[in-house]
């Protein structure tokens, strides 16, 4: 009998290029790749549609889809991961020497607030800066992927017809998140951004996670062992991944520059998957994301994941 096919959207990077070119080969079906460019618009699609059959995603649109029950389920492959310290870029002029100053000021965040490099950036600046989050008026530039999702009083959509970018560098924002500007009157805030994400690492296991792989809940329900199958062949890619950059077979730039970095801090495979290995960065997620109002109930982390994954290591 022929496997069935199920459209599978992941963006081709280095911890998966054995499964999309082929070298690693599902079990259980066979992956119909779909390119989306860029590849957010398939989280929303995914999320307002359920348009696809497999689909990368960012981990607190999953979060916050889940907690709408969304038609879907995660598995822990953690395929995207980055440190936020760089994320927040600060008006020169605005008085702000470190993210506690920004208290009382709008800070812009660049698309939705359940973006997930914009709940990372507001947790460093909550646990390692003392910034009061409730203090600050966070301006977006976007709307939510998950429509139904309702803000915080004090965050408050961006005036219509302004662009982020010129509103930093004009001081009407005191910071921003998640934007890129080339201006002399802006610059990263927090000092050092690069080496103060690996100083977090080494102290605290800090290590954020952005996309993990979600499923439509119906084909796990129909197709038992699937989700198991998903996880497997996504490790099997990433692990000769892995091997090669340990065999200083890859080019170091990009995620592999940071993944050997971590890999020297660590001595451990830099890109795990499993609950396991991420069980701590999985949980300060979800309280970041219950103090910062995207979550409001008991949410745990066995909740998020499928059952026939949660002891599976990669």
């Known amino acids: 009998m022929s496997l069935p096919k199920l459209s599978l959207v992941t963006r081709t990077q280095v911890a998966n290029a054995a499964l999309k070119d082929g070298t690693v080969k599902p079990k259980l079906f066979v992956p119909e790749f779909v390119e989306v460019d860029p590849l957010i618009a398939a989280f929303r699609r995914m999320v307002r ?31 995207v991961r980055a440190f936020h310290h760089g994320a927040i870029l600060v008006n020169k002029k605005a008085g702000v020497t470190k993210p506690s100053d920004l208290a009382g000021k709008k800070v812009g965040v660049n698309r939705g607030y359940t973006v997930t490099t914009g709940v990372w950036a507001r947790g460093i600046m909550q646990d390692e800066y003392g910034l009061d989050l409730n203090k600050v008026t966070w301006v977006l530039s976007g709307d939510e992927h998950v429509a139904e999702y309702k803000a915080p009083a004090n965050v408050v959509p961006m005036e219509a017809g302004k662009k982020m970018e010129d509103m930093l560098i004009s001081g009407e924002l005191a910071a921003a998140i998640g934007v890129s500007v080339d201006h002399p009157d802006v610059g990263v805030l927090i000092p050092n951004a690069e080496e103060a994400g690996f100083a977090a690492l080494k102290a605290t296991g800090h290590y954020p996670i952005n996309h993990l792989i979600v499923i439509k809940d119906e084909l796990i329900a129909a197709h038992p062992g699937l989700a198991a199958d998903v996880f497997n062949a996504f490790s099997q890619a990433k692990n000769i991944y892995v091997e090669n950059l340990k065999a200083g077979k890859v080019e170091l730039k990009g995620d592999a520059k940071m993944h050997k970095r971590v890999l020297d801090i660590t001595g451990k495979d830099p890109v795990p998957y499993g609950i396991a290995a991420n069980r701590m960065n999985v949980e300060n997620l979800i309280a970041h994301a219950k103090s910062q109002g995207i979550l409001s109930g008991n949410e745990k982390i066995e909740d998020l994941f499928a059952k026939e994954t949660l002891d599976l290591v990669g």
């Open 49 to 79: 549609g359920h348009e696809f059959d497999i689909c990368e995603m960012a981990i607190t649109t999953y979060m916050a889809a889940k907690a709408y029950k969304k038609p879907m389920t995660a598995i822990p492959v953690f395929i």
